[in-house]
């Protein structure tokens, strides 16, 4: 069943929360990157994130994915921090085009270093809301995510 495209107050209102989503991204990036220790951009921090909880090696294009970029502009990023130890990159041995992307023990320590360079930002945030009201955006936040990742059309 498609969603007739609403007229009036609701225009207002998603207008109003993409805005919001997107001065609030702005403003994150802006913190974190001022916190991050020196050299390192957020989107190394994301990656090694990324790698250190998800437990298993990825694919550049898998990475490209999840952070919606091309994958030229996730190699950029994997070969900085490639080159800073922080992660390995191998071929795969059954297909010699592919590669994989884990964290090294360097990049954890690096991850940690860089945890604790932006825990006060996120103390600040915890400072001014509840931790319960973030878990219950969660949801929301979430589903709004996953309406955006889908195909358009």
Known sequence: MERSRQTGPGDATILTLVSEIATIDQLLHARLQKSLPKGMAVSHFTVLNHLA????????AQLARSFNLTKGALTNTLAKLEAAGSVHIRPDWDDGRRKFVSISPAGRRTLAHASSAVEP???EILKTIDPEELRAALPLLRKLRQSLASPVG
């Open 121 to 123: 930002v996120f103390n």
């Open 53 to 60: 909880v998800s437990a298993s090696e990825k694919t550049p």
